[in-house]
Nanobody
């Protein structure tokens, strides 16, 4: 069984920073692309940022220049550094990973989510 566990969410004032972590554990052969998504109340889940195993990144326009995604392949962990936070960044943040539990057996895994609240 594979698990993704997010941490680092919380309450912060506008303009502040938070760093989210996502740790993968369990029977993992390798992790391919990973990503952060978020869902605000009454809205659809949306992409925040993705990162390949080789470190190529992609960001939503709304977070470019403020958020930085990174990963440590040796630790099976991904991070999201969020700076200059805005009230509209308030949401539950989810991590996602496409991985192999063994060669030829891919699975897509989601974390349970961590709440980020930005006050104005």
């Amino acid at each position: 069984q594979v698990q993704l566990v997010e941490s680092g969410g919380g309450l912060v004032q506008a303009g502040g920073s938070l760093r989210l972590s996502c740790a993968a554990s369990g029977s993992i052969f390798s992790i391919n692309a990973m990503g952060w998504y978020r869902q605000a109340p009454g809205k659809r889940r949306e992409l925040v940022a993705t990162i390949t195993r080789g470190g190529s990144t992609n960001y939503a326009d709304s977070v470019k220049g403020r958020f930085t995604i990174s990963r440590d392949n040796a630790k099976n962990t991904m991070y999201l550094q969020m700076n200059s936070l805005k009230p509209e960044d308030t949401a539950v943040y989810y991590c996602n990973a496409g991985l192999l539990v063994r060669p030829g057996l891919p699975v897509d895994v989601w974390g349970q989510g961590t709440q980020v609240t930005v006050s104005s």
